[in-house]
């Protein structure tokens, strides 16, 4: 595959491993406490704060949206737009890795882009995600008002890039369609709106040749046989093979219509459609249905009118879209460059939870007081459309110290909670998820990692499953872990609690063996260990080292 190449690239492909991991502190609750906590605003820088959420979020988003700067002087002076091409190649690279660890195997992630660096970021995000994971460019009309700018020719548009985390597993929502109801003209004895198609294929691949086999006689009502013919005397095919022509015939969908021609009453075959409770269809790539850039400055100058204004801001609408593709209510949505806060706004107002990262004083200025404005029941943007009447909550929070000090000791401000999230993720590759064990003990849960198999590649044909049914999951290993810190035993003394003593062994392998798989070996994470190597085998016990097996350092 096609690689780009620039001035440090190689340094830029291990920036987002060097970065260190922050806490983050909770600043403020907005809202309705309990629906605070489904949603994250954070100030300070996006690459540190996307690294802080990676122990408790990777995985877990369903829908990234960001607005990158777009390297043409256009954003706020803090983005440090205009950069030299390469530092803005080596500034977005590992920003994308990041957000890849953090999108959910069904995710999709969507930037917004033009000219400028547009072409340059395709070939970056193709070897970041995989080319096999690219969905499409949408086109975004952002001006509908004549310009009469001196240049001979302006740019009217953006383009969308999305990708999926995994192709096979992302399903998108086709757009709702209401007007395809009137395609079906017909209203039957029950009262449903249906449509009669014909049976024979026409258009492409609609000869005999290029499917014999949906080639075939037919007996019409009066037992006159037929054939599927052109107009033009070539022969055609059936668009339905003999067992779904069959099936139409018993659900009464098999039509019989007879018409003229060349003085001569003929019978003519339609399979009878039937309306769709839910009228969809493919969404355009196009989009020329969403507000423009016009629409969505006024609606931030409604919103802000004394604040610095955007001159890049996104319409609500823009957002809707993408949410409506990509997303359903109760999924998490990701943006880090919030910007003037949109994708909150719109996630919030769709019932979507969400993360917003803003650097600078804009997340204070900007952000904050317009998703309160939106909890409060905001009118513009979306909220007609989707019945937005207010409601719910958000955390307001900062970048804190690093988890680890530059001697590599873990910061005094780290709980029990937190480094069993960098200690989870470093060990599963997965986000922490306090369910997984049992609160108030050290143990973090047991991971379980299976291998797929849909079929075996020697196997006879009779032998492979239907392709309804799922994979068969082979175990491939399981895995107890467990951490000592902070007192967690409830002895904080040093020699004793936090460390992996006889004592502390046998409480484990007690606590152990009430858990849903006791034969499952044991990672033991501890300040110190005062067991010899003979007594770990014999309890199937591995000890790590805090801090120094702890990769966040």
Wanted: proline share 7%.
């Amino acid at each position: 595959m096609p690689t780009l190449d620039w001035l440090n690239r190689s340094t830029a492909f291990t920036t987002a491993a060097q970065v260190p991991y922050r806490l983050l502190d909770t600043v403020s609750t907005h809202g309705d406490a309990a629906s605070a906590q489904g949603n994250l605003l954070i100030q300070g820088d996006n690459l540190e704060a996307l690294k802080a959420l990676l122990p408790f979020y990777r995985g877990k988003v369903k829908c990234i949206f960001i607005d990158p700067p777009y390297n043409t002087q256009s954003a706020f002076e803090h983005y440090d737009d205009n950069l030299e091409h390469s530092q803005w190649l080596s500034m977005m690279l590992p920003r994308l890795q990041l957000l890849r660890e953090l999108l959910s195997e069904d995710g999709s992630i969507w930037v917004t882009i033009d000219d400028n660096e547009g072409h340059y970021l395709k070939v970056l995000m193709d070897e970041v995600f995989g080319r096999r994971n690219f969905v499409a460019t949408f086109v975004w009309q952002k001006v509908d008002s004549p310009n009469d700018n001196k240049p001979a020719i302006t740019p009217d548009h953006e383009f969308l890039l999305s990708y999926a985390r995994n192709a096979k597993e992302t399903v998108f929502q086709k757009k709702k369609a209401e007007s395809l109801v009137e395609a079906y003209g017909i209203v039957d004895e029950q009262g449903r709106r249906c449509r009669d198609r014909l049976l024979k294929k026409n258009g492409k691949n609609s000869l005999r040749s290029d499917r014999p086999s949906m080639y075939f006689r037919l007996d019409a009502p009066d037992g006159t046989p037929v054939w599927p013919v052109h107009d033009d005397g070539r022969e055609a095919r059936w668009s339905h093979s003999q067992r779904g022509i069959d099936e139409a015939r018993n659900e009464g969908r098999l039509i019989w219509k007879q018409r003229e021609r060349n003085g001569l009453a003929i019978w003519i075959p339609y399979i009878r459609e039937f309306a769709p409770a839910t009228p969809v269809r493919p969404h355009p790539t196009i989009l020329l249905d969403v507000k423009t850039s016009r629409q969505a400055k006024a609606h931030q100058r409604e919103l802000l009118p004394d604040a610095e204004q955007f001159d890049t801001v996104k319409p609500e609408q823009l957002l809707e879209r993408v949410f409506e593709i990509a997303t359903n209510p109760g999924d998490l949505v990701l943006d880090s460059f919030l910007g003037s806060g949109t994708t909150a706004a719109v996630a919030h107002k769709m019932g979507r939870r969400w993360i917003g990262i803003e650097m600078g004083e804009h997340a204070a200025t900007h952000c904050l007081p317009r998703l309160e404005k939106v909890i409060a029941g905001e009118p513009g943007g979306i909220s007609q459309a989707v019945g937005w009447q207010g409601g719910g909550g958000f955390r307001f929070a900062r970048l804190g110290a690093p988890v680890f000090d530059a001697q590599g000791c873990i910061h005094p401000e780290v709980r029990f909670a937190t480094l069993a999230a960098f200690v989870w993720q470093q060990e599963t590759g997965t986000a922490f998820d306090s369910a997984n064990g049992q609160a108030g003990t050290p143990w973090l849960g047991t991971h379980s990692v299976f291998d797929s198999f849909s079929r075996l590649p020697d196997a006879p044909e009779a032998a492979i499953p239907p392709e309804t049914e799922p994979p068969e999951l082979v175990l491939r290993s399981r895995t107890a872990y467990y951490l000592l810190f902070n007192g967690i035993l409830g002895d904080k003394r040093p020699a004793s609690g936090n460390v992996l003593t006889r004592a502390v062994l046998d409480a484990l392998l007690q606590l152990h063996a009430a858990t849903p798989h006791p034969d499952a070996p044991l990672v033991v994470y501890g300040e110190a260990n005062r067991l010899g190597p003979e007594t770990l085998a014999r309890a199937r016990v591995t000890f790590k080292h805090i801090p120094y097996d702890v990769k966040a350092r």
